[in-house]
């Protein structure tokens, strides 16, 4: 069985900082007072982040000093990082697992920033969640054995509850 790749944090941070720069301890609390109820990220997550991103163009730091402390980075997001978070939050979430982070991060920013596309991204994310829902039923149309009927069935419930639950989103944006 292979594991889905770990979900990165940085769409999320470039989506923070698309709102205004920050440095790395700023980020870490505004993630989790805004988001820490569906993502925890540690602080050096965060740093560890941030330095993939510098050094991947996404975003530029600038160090300020400080009276009586060390001098501290300033991150601000980049024309290529901007791109790279506009195209990841007009995305749906590809596993219905995922919805709980990623999708849940989506909806946050779309409001958060003010985004305009949300009724597009939920219509997408339900027209894959229905395309699901259809081939899981013909696979268990096709098979003879009752236990993967139901694990098939119990599928096409998870979908169809997170379409319902879409519904909703749009509802109170």
Same mark, same amino acid.
């Given at each position: ?57 996404? =975003? ?7 009276? *009586? ?19 990841? =939050?007009?995305?749906?979430?590809? *596993?219905?697992? *995922? ?22 991204? =939920? ?27 139901? =694990? ?22």
């Amino acid at each position: 069985m292979t594991r889905d790749p770990e979900i990165s944090p940085q769409p999320a941070l470039l989506g923070f900082l698309m709102a205004h720069p920050q440095h790395g301890y700023e980020l870490h609390q505004e993630f989790s007072r805004d988001l820490g109820q569906v993502w925890r990220v540690g602080l050096s997550q965060i740093y560890a982040q941030l330095k993939q991103m510098e050094e991947g163009g996404l =975003v530029a730091a600038q160090t300020e000093p400080q009276p *009586n402390r060390p001098a501290r980075k300033v991150y601000h997001i980049t024309p290529a990082g901007r791109e790279a978070f506009l195209e990841w =939050v007009h995305r749906p979430t590809p *596993n219905l697992r *995922n919805i709980r982070l990623e999708f849940l991060a989506r909806l946050y920013f779309f409001r958060r920033l003010d985004l305009s596309g949300l009724d597009q991204l =939920v219509a997408e994310q339900q027209a894959l969640y229905s395309g699901r829902i259809e081939s899981l039923a013909s696979a268990a149309a096709q098979t003879d054995d009752d236990f993967a009927r139901l =694990v098939l069935e119990f599928r096409q419930g998870q979908l169809k509850a997170a379409i319902r639950w879409l519904d909703r989103c749009l509802e109170t944006s």
